[in-house]
Nanobody, 127 residues
Framework: QVKLVESGGGSVQTGGSLTLACAIS????????MGWYRQAPGKMREGVGV???????RYLDDVKDRFTISQDNAKTTMWLQMNSLKPDDTATYYC?????????????????????WGKGTLVIVSS
């Protein structure tokens, strides 16, 4: 059973930065697709960005010039560096993973759910 635990959420003012981390355990290292999603109050969950096993990424248009996803070589930790934060970025952020999904199949997961999820971490951006 893959386990995911997010950390790093908090409150920040408009224009500030935060880095979220996702610790993943009990997952096969190869071909694991990982991603960040968010859900704002009263809105549907949306994909923020995904990263495949080779490190290729895809982002939501609204964040692609501000957010960066990265992962360590062992694929035990994934980060989401968020810069130039806006109030619209306020949401609960979830990390997710799905083993044995790679390449374009992984990148397309930006628009679909993955199999395994963390419990989320809250990010609040105040104006």
């Amino acid at each position: 059973q893959v386990k995911l635990v997010e950390s790093g959420g908090g409150s920040v003012q408009t224009g500030g930065s935060l880095t979220l981390a996702c610790a993943i355990s009990q997952a096969p290292v190869r071909d694991i697709c990982m991603g960040w999603y968010r859900q704002a109050p009263g809105k549907m969950r949306e994909g923020v960005g995904v990263i495949d096993g080779d490190g290729t990424t895809r982002y939501l248009d609204d964040v692609k010039d501000r957010f960066t996803i990265s992962q360590d070589n062992a694929k035990t930790t994934m980060w989401l560096q968020m810069n130039s934060l806006k109030p619209d970025d306020t949401a609960t952020y979830y990390c997710a993973a799905e083993p044995r999904v790679y390449g374009s199949m992984c990148l397309n997961k930006l628009h679909y759910a993955m199999d395994y999820w963390g419990k989320g971490t809250l990010v609040i951006v105040s104006s």
